[in-house]
């Protein structure tokens, strides 16, 4: 076990984005519960000491360093962070609950124009053309990316948190107040 | 023409602040009195005008009007001001009764879910990436420079390209309006002028063009320059401050016959 484990490590660091269990499996030839057994051994020593952790994202493994190295890392490589605005963060979660999502139904959820949010979240290569709905005009689909998970350290899709529509928020209580009597 | 003090006290004002009608007697199946009167119910909503034909009430207007002796434009005026208000009343029931409109007793349907339901899921979201940002993973290698120019150029930079065509552009007039659809001449074709254009001596770009010259046909001529030193067929060095073109000794790559 410590053979398979030290080559994970070796796979783990050269590899430039996330491994999924099938691939380390296939260039270690073991089996896939060999490297799922592996990967854990592996996160527990990683966690004891040294600098790197484990991290499950995108749907593969890859190597990242502790939080708390992130200012000395930061102040070494300084990176260039984009914050994303509120209504970039509002189209994105839209379109990972909604994916596969044309322009006009994204727009009818918020209620405003949003072609500029999707071109520049299309520029950061967090959401993606999918596809075409078969309706007249074939309107472009859009869906997240592989860097939207890896951006957002989101292993799969599935682990989004739920939303709520129950939500009793100032909107919800404007309409009530509105429409009850 | 009477005082105004006169015709007041002559004519009796309505409620309405207008001359009275004249005493026109009207008869019809479903009502029998004046026409000021008939104005009166109907605005009251005492007689159901649809009830009521008009026929009668207009000829009884008109022998009024014919068998008037003493010209009293007011009372006619009033009296006209009166049926025309029946007229244009009935004339509206007439009409087809629009399908009522329904009644707003239930929120309008929204799409759902509505985007101040993933309130929760930005939030989420919104810590996710904060705590994203707090690790690093090994780069990927960087991409090619979007500005880095194709091929090698030694020590012509885009900067003295770009210096080029900015001197050649200064020396261009000014371009007539054209009509629209006008065929839009093909890069190659332009690069086959360039290229007979170019000789084994370095030249400054803006020799080589014929002047006048428009914006659009310097810029024309600097993308078949362009595409010929990236098929090798022109070369370019830098000569003092400038860059100076000459057609490139090998020529190996012929000019693409389609190239747009």
């Known amino acids: 076990m410590s053979q398979i484990v030290d080559t994970l490590e070796a796979l783990l660091f050269v590899a430039d984005q996330p491994a999924t269990i099938k691939s380390l499996a296939g260039a270690m030839q073991v089996t896939e519960g060999q490297v799922e057994q592996g990967l854990e051994v592996l996160e527990a020593r990683l966690e004891e000491r040294g600098s790197l952790r484990l991290t499950k994202l995108a749907g593969g493994y890859q190597l990242a360093t502790k ?37 006009s139904e994204l727009e009818q959820v918020r209620g405003v124009q949003s072609d500029y949010s999707v071109r520049s979240l299309v520029e950061r290569k967090l959401i993606a053309e999918v596809g075409r709905k078969p309706v007249p005009g074939r309107p472009v689909l859009y869906g997240t990316t592989q860097e939207f998970l890896h951006q957002f350290k989101i ?11 129950e939500r009793d928020d100032a909107a919800d209580i404007v309409a009530k107040t509105l429409f009850d009597d | 023409m009477a005082p105004r003090q006169q015709l007041a006290e002559r004519n009796s004002i309505s409620s309405l602040g207008v001359i009275a009608p004249p005493p026109i007697h009207v008869t019809t199946p479903t009502f029998d009195g004046s026409l000021a009167m008939l104005f009166q119910c109907v605005r009251d909503h005492k007689v159901h005008l649809l009830d009521v034909p008009l026929f009668p009430i207009c000829e009884a207007y008109f022998f009024y009007l014919v068998n008037l002796d003493e010209a009293d434009l007011d009372e006619a005026a009033a009296a006209l001001t009166a049926l025309a208000y029946l007229i244009e009343r009935k004339a509206w029931m007439l009409l087809p009764v629009p399908d009522p409109e329904p009644e707003l007793d239930e929120p309008l349907e929204l799409p759902t879910p509505t985007a101040h339901e993933y309130e929760t899921a930005i939030e989420s979201l919104r810590i996710w990436h904060e705590e994203r940002s707090q690790i690093f993973f090994r780069s990927v290698e960087a991409g090619p420079d979007p ?59 803006e020799d080589m063009i014929e002047e006048p010259f428009t914006r659009y ?22 000569e003092g401050e ?19």
Do not use: C
């Open chain 2, 242 to 260: 400038d860059v100076v073109f000459a057609r490139a000794s090998r020529n190996s790559t012929p000019v693409p016959a389609t190239a747009e």
């Open chain 2, 147 to 205: 500005y880095e120019l194709p091929v090698s150029l030694d020590n012509v930079s885009p900067g003295d390209l770009a210096k080029a065509l900015e001197k050649l552009l200064r020396r261009a007039k000014p371009e007539s309006i054209k009509p629209l659809g006008k065929p839009r001449k093909s890069l190659s074709e332009q690069m086959r002028i360039v290229l007979q254009t170019l000789s084994e001596d370095w030249r400054h770009l």
């Open chain 2, 217 to 238: 046909e310097a810029v024309y001529w600097f993308l078949a320059l362009l595409e010929l030193i990236r098929l090798g067929q022109a070369a370019v060095r830098v």
């Open chain 1, 67 to 103: 939080p708390e190295f992130a200012a000395v890392i930061a102040a070494f490589l300084k990176p260039q962070r984009h914050r994303l605005s509120k209504s970039l963060m509002e189209v994105l979660a839209i379109v990972a609950y909604q994916q596969p999502i044309t322009l």
């Open chain 1, 155 to 165: 292993n799969d899709l599935k682990d989004l948190p739920e939303i709520d529509p």
